[in-house]
């Protein structure tokens, strides 16, 4: 089980042993016996950092999820949907946004080739 820091109003930071499941849940001061919250500890480095390297590490892990290629279909798809006057989503059919690739394999499994290349399908 891992330890997990737990910060008492009166008598400061203590450690638990708790499941991983319970890790959420107040822990028992050990001195007061009073409830107290589970402290969640940032790194030194990422307090001192600059705002502008703050803010691109955040779009960084953003973008790691779901990554973009500059394509010159992702480029006309991006400018139709900028000049859409009904706003995304809205279901209008004037300008088609995206087309599907869906397909099915033989099991009869969906299939979405190069939609999301980094996905894995099942």
Not at 62 to 77: F, I, K
Not at 98 to 106: E, H, Q, V
Request: net charge positive; hydrophobic share 30%.
């Amino acid at each position: 089980m891992p330890v997990y820091d737990y910060k008492c109003a009166e008598h400061g930071l203590f450690y638990e042993l708790a499941a991983m499941d319970e890790s959420s849940q107040p822990k028992a001061c050990p001195q007061c016996n009073t409830l107290c919250a589970r402290v969640i500890m940032v790194a030194p480095e990422f307090l001192d950092m600059k705002q502008e390297n703050r803010v691109a590490h955040a779009r960084n892990e953003t973008a790691m999820h779901s990554p973009v290629l500059s394509t010159p279909e992702y480029r006309a798809e991006q400018q139709a949907r900028r000049e859409h006057k009904h706003g995304k989503g809205c279901g209008c059919g004037d300008k088609p946004i995206r087309k599907s690739n869906l397909l099915y394999t033989a099991e009869g499994n969906k299939m979405f080739p190069s939609m999301r290349p980094w996905m894995i399908s099942h």
